[in-house]
T-cell receptor
């Protein structure tokens, strides 16, 4: 059973601080990794895609991938109250395009 | 360009009735996915279409659920003889290719309530 694990939270972060979210996956063959943000009552929206080991930065977001340790993380710098949402990690591990989604980490940014 | 479009946005129906949910993917996207999300829960995979290949139906929870995709574009998810446990948000997503390297883009979902 291929699994994607996330800490459910809530992760409470002061405004302006860095939020650090982690995701581990079980399938060593995984090739593609995605982070989605889901506001309450809304559908998931794509934040980042990462495919290679190392860091990938996009604005205030940085995704980090370590395939040897089988984890992918998301850093949110200068956290804002508008970042309060549930963050979903998604991993693809086969050529058919089916993703495994984690259950999500709830982030609460406090002013 | 237009995103993934789902209709209706809300559907309320009585237990035992059949419902049809529609998804219009992003133009040019060959892969289409259906998920279900119950209140406060994660995404539950239902079915996946890729081009003209046979769909992956491994996530359908019972034979009351079926889906089709006509002409490689619009998809319809049908739930027959609805039960109260079918109440959830049904999300459709599409991706440019079905090789797993392309991100999925989600529609706004259909909120289904079974009375």
């Amino acid at each position: 059973q291929k699994e994607v694990e996330q800490n459910s939270g809530p992760l409470s972060v002061p405004e302006g601080a860095i939020a650090s979210l982690n995701c581990t996956y079980s399938d060593r063959g995984s090739q593609s990794f995605f982070w989605y943000r889901q506001y309450s009552g809304k559908s998931p929206e794509l934040i980042m895609s990462i495919y290679s080991n190392g860091d990938k930065e996009d604005g205030r977001f940085t995704a980090q991938l370590n395939k040897a340790s089988q984890y992918v993380s998301l850093l949110i710098r200068d956290s804002q109250p508008s970042d309060s949402a549930t963050y979903l990690c998604a991993v693809n591990s086969d050529s058919w395009g089916k993703f495994q989604f984690g259950a999500g980490t709830q982030v609460v940014v406090t002013p | 360009g237009a995103g993934v479009s789902q209709s209706p946005s809300n559907k309320v129906t009585e237990k035992g009735k059949d419902v049809e949910l529609r998804c219009d993917p992003i133009s040019g996207h060959t892969a289409l996915y259906w998920y279900r999300q119950s209140l406060g829960q994660g995404l539950e995979f239902l079915i996946y279409f890729q081009g003209n290949s046979a769909p992956d139906k491994s996530g359908l929870p019972s034979d009351r659920f079926s889906a089709e995709r006509t002409g490689g574009s619009v998809s319809t998810l049908t739930i027959q003889r609805t039960q109260q446990e079918d109440s959830a948000v049904y999300l459709c997503a599409s991706s440019l290719a079905g090789d797993g390297n392309q991100p999925q883009h989600f529609g706004d979902g259909t909120r289904l309530s079974i009375l």
